[in-house]
């Protein structure tokens, strides 16, 4: 009954989201059956948010090798191109690698985005805390952030979401303006990235899932609203 009623309200939001665990077996099934991909030696690599809460949204952490975490705060790959060489030299004999990315985003019952009911706990809180942290000092007025080694990773999140401030508060929903900008950041990042180190991949493919993540309440499955699927011929990048 709950999880029909999270069903409805998550695809209020998102009406392209399915249950990420149903998620999981689509996309494994894709890799296996369309691109003749052995899932048993794929390493996966993650961009997703430091969060606890995000281990368990999906099945690939329970299937596929790994995973090497590139990700931080809000999802972006602070593992930069050090970490995405890392990745490709752990990557199985004859095997292929797998990144999965993309920011997070809680849903109640009650209909708020941007909030979820945490394990064990009674009251509601941020998800994600980063995005909705910068979101909360974007809409304080003449913010800026300043990069400090004591909160570097927050700061650099939200230097990065500068450039669509103006589009985040304007919009009509701005917490799911800023996780939809914080995707875009990440995409764009990881396309860098695997570009600059295409040299560094001894295998021939490379599959990347993108899109966000919806929180739900515990003990329920949560949601992926896939942005990006595509096996990519790493030497023809």
């Given amino acids: 009954m709950l999880q029909r009623k999270f069903d409805q ?9 399915i249950d990420a665990k149903d998620t999981s077996i689509h996309y494994l099934g894709k890799m296996q059956l369309e691109h003749h991909i052995d899932v048993s030696k794929a390493l996966m690599a993650t961009s997703l948010c430091s969060d606890d809460i995000n ?4 099945m690939f952490f329970n299937v596929l090798f790994g995973p090497f975490i590139m990700g931080g705060l809000g999802g972006l ?27 997070h985003i ?20 941020n998800s994600c805390g980063a995005l909705m942290l910068a979101l909360s000092r974007f809409q304080g007025g003449d ?4 990069l400090k080694e004591e909160d570097y990773q927050q700061m650099k999140l939200e230097e990065s979401l500068l450039p669509y401030q103006e589009r985040i508060l304007a919009s009509d929903n701005p917490e799911k303006a800023i996780t939809e900008a914080a995707y875009e950041i990440i995409d764009k990042k990881v396309h860098e990235y695997l570009k600059d180190c295409k040299d560094e991949f001894h295998v021939d493919k490379v599959t990347l899932l993108g899109g966000i993540i919806i929180n739900t309440d515990y003990g329920l499955d949560d949601y992926f609203d896939a942005r990006n699927f595509e096996v990519i011929d790493v030497k023809s990048l």
Wanted: hydrophobic residues 35%; positive net charge; charged residues 15%.
């Fill in 143 to 146: 913010y800026k952030p300043v």
């Fill in 9 to 17: 309200i998550v695809k209020g939001y998102f009406p392209n989201a």
């Fill in 106 to 125: 809680g849903a109640t019952l009650e209909g708020d985005l941007g909030k979820m009911y945490r394990p064990r706990q009674d009251h509601k809180g």
């Fill in 77 to 103: 790959p602070f593992a930069g191109q050090t970490g995405m060489t890392a990745f490709a030299h752990h990557i199985p004999d004859d095997g292929s690698a797998f990144i999965f990315y993309g920011p």
């Fill in 55 to 58: 281990v368990p949204s999906t």
